[in-house]
């Protein structure tokens, strides 16, 4: 897969990594050789680190595409590599590089110059990432990330982990690369639920003595969202065998939806209710969010914002009826109708969801006019959310590109017993609780582990939730990634620190230096990564590469102990080293919204 991409709106700011450095000299010697000025080349990193720190493919690509002149001069690939080699070593800086060359039917395979590598070391240890990292213009990269979303009144089970954790992360990588982001929590506060929520509350007593009101007893609970589940399983319950419930409910919803003030009373409360859980889970989580004062945009917010929506799809001609309901059909888009309004008239979820997007497209002092909208929702909803962007596509409010879905899998157990101990619903605070105390009360240590067993893996897959794994010392887990961190402060306060002002000019790498240079090469990867992970919203590449990254650490530690260097220039130099990969370290995990311990 390839090292290094981009989404297609970043505008590159000229940044000076060597990544970056080696993309453009690359794009601008195929320009000259091949006459393609427009081809973004990319770099791998080559399985075997012997064939050079970072391999491109281009001329292999690019063969193919040549005009007929060209393809006359060059009779393979390789030629055309070494055409390109060629340009490169007249136009790169010479103390970027050490060594280009060709290999095979056509790689290009570079390797990183020492001064290159001891340059960036240095600039690692300035602290500025913004500079190392940023690749748009955060004046003309506005991006919303919607993660979370979790449904007022019901549960904030292990479910919800993924959306939220994912999603938060996601949102610091593109800040992390210069996008001005807004994280919004498009709260489930509205819907036909809320009738039935509101009858059980008024008629269904969770106190059978009658000595406490519902009221007093949700106001008084700790876990209130527990005690409105409650009343919501039980009138289902009892809804089975008195359907005319289900009837009384619907009349409450739409109470609820034409102002009635007890309904909106009860409505409210348990909005509040409900958001104080979730705030308490969220402020555990390290997890916050920018829209409407820190809590979202609920569903609720767009209930009154439906209507022009509607009015635009029928000026424009969408809607068609079928059997009494508004559908927008989408053929072309070879995708299912997408119904906007019922036949007895209720709007639906996608109602709200086009509205919520007309919102953000028409707010134009906050969001800009061309702002990337990203949905962090479950895999499950890939078709949904396929014909939700194809109606705004064909609205005209976004174009391909700005509508994104990052996608999850589900949470699979092999702890029967914690989920029969909660029944059919797994609450996140339990599942909070549980692995703090696994982690010895650590908060740190067990909701880093928590969060790493998740983010570890592409968002997409199912995670199986494995409690040994995830607490795990020895193999890739969160406790490792932390001992890794704690392991360089440990070195660095034992050792001493090094100056952080030293010039590049006084360190060197000694001629026996090649596990410094092993390290050196897998730090001035990570500008890279970064910008991989935010360009396809995926935060597993800069796990994958962190934990490489510990374990390159590991090896050149054992190999290259600091107190048995031979100079007091190498000594300084592996402190600059250990040093570097704790600030690399300490960077990565806060992207993955994972906090870091001094000591474990």
């Known amino acids: 897969m390839a090292f290094f991409r981009r989404l297609e709106r970043v505008q590159y700011l000229g940044m000076t990594d060597t990544t970056t450095l080696l993309i453009d000299h690359l794009q601008k010697a195929v320009a000259t050789s091949l006459q393609v000025p427009d081809f973004r080349p990319e770099l791998e990193k080559p399985a075997d680190s012997s064939h050079g720190d970072y391999s491109s493919n281009v001329a292999m690509v690019l063969f193919g595409q040549l005009s007929p002149e060209l393809k006359e001069k060059f009779k393979n690939p390789r030629q055309v590599a070494e055409e390109i080699v060629t340009v490169l070593y007249q136009t790169l800086p010479q103390d970027s590089i050490k060594e280009i060359s060709v290999a095979g039917p056509g790689f290009i395979n570079f390797k990183v110059s020492d001064s290159a590598l001891l340059a960036y070391l240095l600039q690692v240890k300035s602290g500025d990432w913004g500079e190392l990292l940023r690749v748009v213009d955060p004046k003309s990269s506005i991006a919303i990330v919607e993660y979370s979303s979790a449904n007022i009144a019901k549960p904030f089970t292990i479910g919800?982990?993924?959306?939220?954790?994912?999603?938060?992360?996601?949102?610091?990588?593109?800040?992390?690369?210069?996008?001005?982001?807004?994280?919004?929590?498009?709260?489930?506060?509205?819907?036909?639920?809320?009738?039935?929520?509101?009858?059980?509350?008024?008629?269904?007593?969770?106190?059978?003595?009658?000595?406490?009101?519902?009221?007093?007893?949700?106001?008084?609970?700790?876990?209130?969202?527990?005690?409105?589940?409650?009343?919501?399983?039980?009138?289902?319950?009892?809804?089975?065998?008195?359907?005319?419930?289900?009837?009384?409910?619907?009349?409450?919803?739409?109470?609820?939806?034409?102002?009635?003030?007890?309904?909106?009373?009860?409505?409210?409360?348990?909005?509040?209710?409900?958001?104080?859980?979730?705030?308490?889970?969220?402020?555990?989580?390290?997890?916050?969010?920018?829209?409407?004062?820190?809590?979202?945009?609920?569903?609720?917010?767009?209930?009154?914002?439906?209507?022009?929506?509607?009015?635009?799809?029928?000026?424009?001609?969408?809607?068609?009826?079928?059997?009494?309901?508004?559908?927008?059909?989408?053929?072309?888009?070879?995708?299912?109708?997408?119904?906007?309004?019922?036949?007895?008239?209720?709007?639906?979820?996608?109602?709200?969801?086009?509205?919520?997007?007309?919102?953000?497209?028409?707010?134009?002092?906050?969001?800009?006019?061309?702002?990337?909208?990203?949905?962090?929702?479950?895999?499950?909803?890939?078709?949904?959310?396929?014909?939700?962007?194809?109606?705004?596509?064909?609205?005209?409010?976004?174009?391909?590109?700005?509508?994104?879905?990052?996608?999850?899998?589900?949470?699979?157990?092999?702890?029967?017993?914690?989920?029969?101990?909660?029944?059919?619903?797994?609450?996140?605070?339990?599942?909070?609780?549980?692995?703090?105390?696994?982690?010895?009360?650590s908060e740190e240590i067990g909701l880093g582990a928590l969060k790493w067993n998740d983010l570890k893996r592409s968002a997409h897959l199912d995670v199986v939730f494995n409690w040994d794994e995830i607490l795990s010392m020895d193999g890739n887990s969160g406790p490792y990634m932390q001992y890794a961190y704690a392991r360089c402060l440990s070195i660095i306060n034992k050792v001493g620190a090094p100056e952080l002002d030293q010039p590049a000019a006084q360190l060197t790498i000694g001629a026996e230096g090649e596990a410094e240079r092993l390290v050196l090469r897998k730090l001035i990867q990570y500008p890279s990564i970064v910008r991989r992970a935010a360009a396809e919203f995926a935060p597993h590449h800069v796990a994958t590469y962190l934990f490489s990254l510990a374990q390159e650490f590991n090896s050149f530690y054992h190999s290259s102990p600091i107190l048995q260097a031979k100079s007091e220039q190498s000594k300084q130099l592996r402190l600059q080293i250990v040093q570097g990969v704790a600030d690399t370290i300490h960077h990565g995990l806060k992207l993955l919204g994972i906090q870091t311990v001094e000591r474990m």
């Open 160 to 441: 919800h982990l993924r959306s939220t954790i994912i999603g938060d992360a996601v949102a610091n990588l593109l800040e992390a690369v210069g996008w001005k982001v807004y994280r919004d929590n498009h709260l489930g506060d509205w819907g036909t639920q809320f009738g039935k929520q509101i009858y059980a509350y008024l008629n269904i007593p969770l106190d059978s003595t009658g000595e406490q009101s519902n009221e007093q007893i949700i106001e008084n609970s700790s876990e209130p969202v527990k005690e409105l589940v409650k009343l919501y399983v039980e009138f289902h319950k009892q809804a089975e065998a008195h359907p005319e419930m289900e009837d009384a409910a619907r009349e409450w919803f739409k109470k609820l939806e034409d102002g009635d003030p007890e309904a909106r009373r009860i409505w409210q409360k348990c909005v509040d209710w409900s958001m104080k859980e979730f705030q308490r889970i969220y402020a555990r989580l390290g997890v916050s969010f920018t829209e409407n004062n820190g809590k979202g945009y609920g569903e609720s917010f767009f209930e009154n914002k439906m209507g022009p929506v509607i009015e635009e799809l029928q000026e424009k001609k969408l809607l068609s009826e079928s059997e009494g309901a508004q559908l927008v059909f989408l053929e072309e888009e070879h995708l299912p109708p997408l119904m906007i309004i019922k036949k007895d008239g209720a709007t639906l979820y996608a109602t709200r969801d086009l509205a919520t997007d007309k919102f953000r497209k028409e707010n134009t002092e906050r969001y800009g006019s061309h702002p990337l909208v990203i949905n962090e929702v479950g895999a499950e909803q890939s078709e949904y959310f396929q014909q939700l962007y194809a109606v705004e596509y064909k609205l005209g409010w976004y174009k391909p590109g700005q509508r994104v879905h990052v996608k999850h899998g589900l949470y699979r157990f092999q702890d029967q017993k914690m989920s029969t101990r909660k029944g059919n619903t797994i609450w996140l605070n339990d599942v909070l609780d549980e692995v703090v105390s696994r982690a010895k009360g």
